[in-house]
C-alpha cells in the first residue's frame, strides 16, 4: 500500500487548497478512503471519509459545509477541496484506506502533507 499526498502549503484565512492523494499497491476503486488530519500538540481525527464508489461522504462537524472529498478510481486519485480555511485548520493532513463503516487508526495512511492557515 503506498499513499502520497501533496498540495499542502501556506494560505491566508478565508483561503482555499486542494489536496490530492495517489494510492497504489492495491484495488484502489474496491476500497473507502478517508482524510485524517494531526493539528499541532494534537492527536489525529477524521476529516472526511468517501466510500469507494462516492456515492456516500461524511464530514466532520467542523469541516461541513467547508471541506469536499472527491475521489476519481481511474487515476487512483483521492481529493480533499477546503474552503473558508481557518486557523484551527492547521494541521497535517493524511490520506487513509478506510474500512467500508469509516477510518480507524491502524488504517494505512501515507506520509501526510503540512497546511497551515494563517495571515
Known amino acids: 500500500v503506498q499513499l502520497v499526498e501533496s498540495g499542502g502549503g501556506l494560505v491566508q484565512p478565508g483561503g482555499s487548497l486542494t489536496l490530492s492523494c495517489e494510492a497504489s499497491?492495491?484495488?484502489?476503486?474496491?476500497?473507502?478512503m478517508s482524510w485524517v488530519r494531526q493539528p499541532p500538540g494534537k492527536g489525529l481525527e477524521r476529516v472526511s471519509f468517501?466510500?469507494?464508489?462516492?456515492?456516500?461522504?461524511t464530514a466532520a462537524e467542523s469541516v461541513k459545509g467547508r471541506f469536499l472529498i472527491t475521489r476519481d478510481n481511474t487515476k487512483n486519485t483521492l481529493y480533499l477541496h477546503m474552503n473558508r480555511l481557518k486557523p484551527e485548520d492547521t494541521a497535517v493532513y493524511y490520506c487513509?484506506?478506510?474500512?467500508?463503516?469509516?477510518?480507524?487508526?491502524?488504517?494505512?495512511r501515507g506520509q501526510g502533507t503540512r497546511v497551515t492557515v494563517s495571515s
Open positions: 468517501i466510500s469507494r464508489g462516492g456515492a456516500t461522504r
Open positions: 499497491g492495491f484495488p484502489f476503486e474496491l476500497y473507502a
Open positions: 487513509a484506506r478506510s474500512g467500508e463503516f469509516g477510518w480507524s487508526p491502524a488504517d494505512p
